[in-house]
Structures are given as structure tokens and as C-alpha cells.
């Protein structure tokens, strides 16, 4: 598999340490929102500095703000470690992320998810799919740095996208255009979000899903996930780009 993932993605992984609290919005594939959790996410180096420790609390939706804790105990509490990058996930320059299955086939669901940041935001998309390939659940969260004043990007749309744009990483210099045309198919998101993946994945035939996030009006970040024929994810790339 090809993917131009940076060297030192462990290093860049730990960018996102910190206090990151916000929400996650479950939709159904017609983009209804079925569920909000309130979170409270905390990623933080061991004092070894060897491994990574994950905790994330979820409670149910109520009237807090992203700056403050919700009342109450949560109703879900995941906590983690890790000393390594798990073979499904890349880490990029920017800190922003992306992880998935590796292989699809009839007899497991696929995922992807895309995770974005930008100095004391975070944007996390993931999707999943049915073991009929019917994209079935949609979740979207919304994260910011505990202590910080940052505030959630207005909702995505077209018009913000037309245009050149530079691509700074991983080819600085290079422009990109985008048309009308090629956004007819993507689907738009609240907090500057967007993504383009296939409603319904049909056997032996190559798949592409893709997210982005416009985290200001000059600064855009795109990360593509590629299947074979086979089901095989082939390549994992990530754009940087400005204006």
C-alpha cells in the first residue's frame, strides 16, 4: 500500500494531546440527526513518555456549552492505552489524522475516520457501512481545547470551495482548482465539514471516500482513502491547502 504518510507519526500524533470537549452527533445516511452525546476527551503522554493515554467520557445530550462540564455522571466512559500507531492509522503533518478498515469484505461493516486539527479545534468525521456496504451511520464531532475560546466553523458550503487554492503539503507550489461541477456529489456538514463516499459499495468494484474541513476561509484540509477492486485500501492521502 502506498500512502506518503510522514516519518514520525508518533511524534505528530501527540499534537492532539490535551482536554477536548464537545459533541458527537449521530445521523442516519439521509443525514437526521438520531443522537447527541456531550463529551469530554483526554489525551495525554504517560510520564515515561512511552505510551499514550486515551479517555473519553459521553454524556447524554443537555444544555452545557462546549466550554462547560455537563452535569451529572456519563453514560459512557472508554479509556486507553497505546504505545504505537495501529496498522490502520496514518497520522499526517499537521497532526490531522485518519484510520479505517484495511480490507472489506461480505462478512464485516467498513469504517472511516477522518480527524482533523487546526490550533484549538478538532473536527472528526466517521462513517460506517453496513455488512451489505449501505453506508448506515454517520458521526460527526466537534471538538475544542479545554481553556480555549475557539468557537465551531459557520456550515460548509460550495461556494466557499470554488477557486484555486495552493497546496502546501505534501507538494508545496502546486494548484488546485475546484469547479462547480466537482462538488455536485459532496455531501455538506455543519462545522465546515464535507465528504464524498459511496452511498451503497458494491463488490469488485474500486471505492474512494474523502473528507474535508475548511477551518478558516483561507485553509482547507482533505484526506482520501482508496479501495481496489479487491477491497483492499490501496493508498491514504492528505492535501494541505491555502489561499
Known amino acids: 500500500m502506498q500512502s506518503g504518510l510522514n516519518v514520525g507519526e508518533w511524534e505528530l500524533l501527540q499534537r492532539n494531546v490535551g482536554e477536548w470537549r464537545g459533541w458527537f452527533d449521530s445521523m442516519d445516511g439521509s443525514l ?6 456531550l463529551s469530554l476527551l483526554m489525551l495525554e503522554p504517560a510520564p515515561s513518555g512511552v505510551s499514550l493515554h486515551l ?3 459521553l ?4 444544555s452545557s456549552s462546549p466550554h462547560q462540564t455537563p452535569d451529572g455522571e456519563p453514560e459512557k466512559r472508554i479509556v486507553q492505552s497505546f504505545m504505537r500507531l495501529d496498522p490502520d492509522m496514518g497520522v499526517f503533518g499537521t497532526g490531522s489524522f485518519s484510520r479505517g478498515t484495511l480490507y472489506r469484505s461480505t462478512w464485516s461493516n467498513l469504517y472511516a475516520e477522518f480527524g482533523f486539527l487546526h490550533g484549538q479545534r478538532r473536527h472528526r468525521l466517521v462513517l ?9 451511520r454517520i458521526v460527526l464531532i466537534r471538538e475544542f481545547l479545554v481553556g480555549s475560546s475557539a468557537v465551531e466553523c459557520p456550515p460548509l458550503e460550495a461556494d466557499q470551495l470554488i477557486g484555486y487554492w495552493r497546496c502546501d503539503l505534501p507538494s508545496p507550489g502546486e494548484n488546485i482548482r475546484f ?3 466537482d462538488l455536485d456529489c459532496w455531501i455538506f456538514l455543519p462545522d465546515g465539514g464535507a465528504f464524498l463516499a459511496p452511498a451503497q459499495i458494491d463488490l469488485h468494484q474500486p471505492f474512494s ?3 474535508l ?4 476561509s483561507t485553509r482547507l484540509e482533505r484526506i482520501s482513502r482508496r479501495y481496489s477492486e479487491h477491497g483492499a485500501l490501496t493508498s491514504v492521502d492528505h492535501q494541505l491547502l491555502t489561499r
Request: hydrophobic letters at 40%; a neutral charge.
Open 59 to 62: 454524556w447524554p445530550e443537555g
Open 32 to 37: 437526521q440527526r438520531t443522537k447527541r452525546q
Open 213 to 216: 474541513w475548511l477551518s478558516s
Open 209 to 211: 471516500i474523502e473528507a
Open 128 to 136: 460506517l457501512w453496513d455488512c451489505a456496504g449501505q453506508l448506515d
Open 55 to 57: 479517555k473519553l467520557l
Open 179 to 181: 469547479a462547480a461541477g
